[in-house]
């Protein structure tokens, strides 16, 4: 479920990077290649995550718990 604290941050988000943040919280496992491909075939700018500076596998992980 996703912490309740982080939803305003997350709803704050642009859609590209709202999108790739949850997509790399549905599975802490993925790896980076895989969020690359995965933003590639949907179109998304992977650049959104380091565009909106707020990314990072720490926040990913306090999104998953």
């Given at each position: 479920?996703?912490?309740?604290?982080?939803?305003?941050a997350?709803?704050?988000?642009?859609?590209?990077?709202?999108?790739?943040?949850?997509?790399?919280?549905?599975?802490?496992?993925?790896?980076?290649?895989?969020?690359?491909?995965?933003?590639?075939?949907?179109?998304?700018?992977?650049?959104?995550?380091?565009r909106?500076?707020?990314?990072?596998?720490?926040?990913?992980?306090?999104?998953?718990?």
């Amino acid at each position: 479920a996703l912490r309740r604290p982080y939803r305003p941050a997350l709803a704050a988000l642009p859609a590209d990077t709202r999108w790739l943040v949850l997509l790399a919280a549905a599975d802490p496992a993925l790896a980076e290649e895989e969020l690359v491909r995965a933003a590639a075939e949907s179109g998304t700018d992977i650049a959104a995550l380091e565009r909106d500076a707020l990314f990072s596998r720490r926040t990913l992980d306090h999104l998953c718990k």
